[in-house]
T-cell receptor, first 114, second 115 residues
Framework: DAKTTQPPSMDCAEGRAANLPCNHS???????VYWYRQIHSQGPQYIIH???NNETNEMASLIITEDRKSSTLILPHATLRDTAVYYC???????????????FGQGTRLTINP | NAGVTQTPKFQVLKTGQSMTLQCAQD?????MSWYRQDPGMGLRLIHY???????DQGEVPNGYNVSRSTTEDFPLRLLSAAPSQTSVYFC??????????????FGPGTRLTVL
């Protein structure tokens, strides 16, 4: 399974863009990069995912380098409600019928400051 | 849709007791999983299922059993609770494999304490 490396914590001012980096140098060609976040002790919440191309949705943008060894999650206008632990995850296939396993690391604790 | 629901929200057990954590989803998802999260840690996969009648072990299966008799329900059984099983348990489901079908939706969690 490909592993990911994220900074343990980051701070960002409210209203500014939050850029969260992730290294996944051992990622293989068919593995997606997923981002989830966990607010306080709630269940993880899906944010975005991508394979090669940059992706954007209503929550965030995902920038993946050309060699796919790293990616950046961008929250364009961070609010106080974006304070959470953000997990960068490389999806790995399991044995049975392609079921996926999400390998969670420690994540980045993002604090949005007023 | 209610999404993924879990019961109970909180549970305290004594060592050696057994119990079942319930998980249900109303999205007609084929894939369901159970994770545990220990303090300050990421989630670890316990068991997963790719459809009714099909289950397999994840990273930390010891001490837990699962079954999947319907698409909607995926209960997790603790056979003989131990203090090491004190954790927060999350259930998740996804539509299938490939592309956006992989997106997993998580329940609110069950906080279990074993004394």
């Amino acid at each position: 399974d490909a592993k990911t490396t994220q900074p343990p914590s980051m701070d960002c001012a409210e209203g500014r863009a939050a850029n969260l980096p992730c290294n996944h140098s051992t990622i293989s060609g068919n593995e997606y990069v997923y981002w989830y976040r966990q607010i306080h002790s709630q269940g993880p919440q899906y944010i975005i995912h991508g394979l090669k191309n940059n992706e954007t949705n209503e929550m965030a943008s995902l920038i993946i380098t050309e060699d796919r060894k790293s990616s950046t999650l961008i929250l364009p206008h961070a609010t106080l409600r974006d304070t959470a632990v953000y997990y960068c995850i490389v999806r790995a296939l399991l044995g049975i019928q392609g079921a996926q396993k999400l390998v969670f690391g420690q994540g980045t604790r993002l604090t949005i400051n007023p | 849709n209610a999404g993924v629901t879990q019961t109970p929200k909180f549970q305290v057990l004594k060592t050696g007791q057994s119990m079942t954590l319930q998980c249900a989803q109303d999205m007609n998802h084929e894939y369901m999983s159970w994770y545990r999260q220990d303090p300050g840690m990421g989630l670890r996969l316990i068991h997963y299922s790719v459809g009714a009648g099909i289950t397999d072990q994840g990273e930390v299966p010891n001490g837990y059993n699962v079954s999947r008799s319907t698409t909607e329900d995926f209960p997790l059984r603790l056979l003989s609770a131990a203090p090491s099983q004190t954790s927060v348990y999350f259930c998740a489901s996804s539509r299938g494999a490939g592309g956006s079908a992989d997106t997993q939706y998580f329940g609110p969690g069950t906080r279990l304490t074993v004394l």
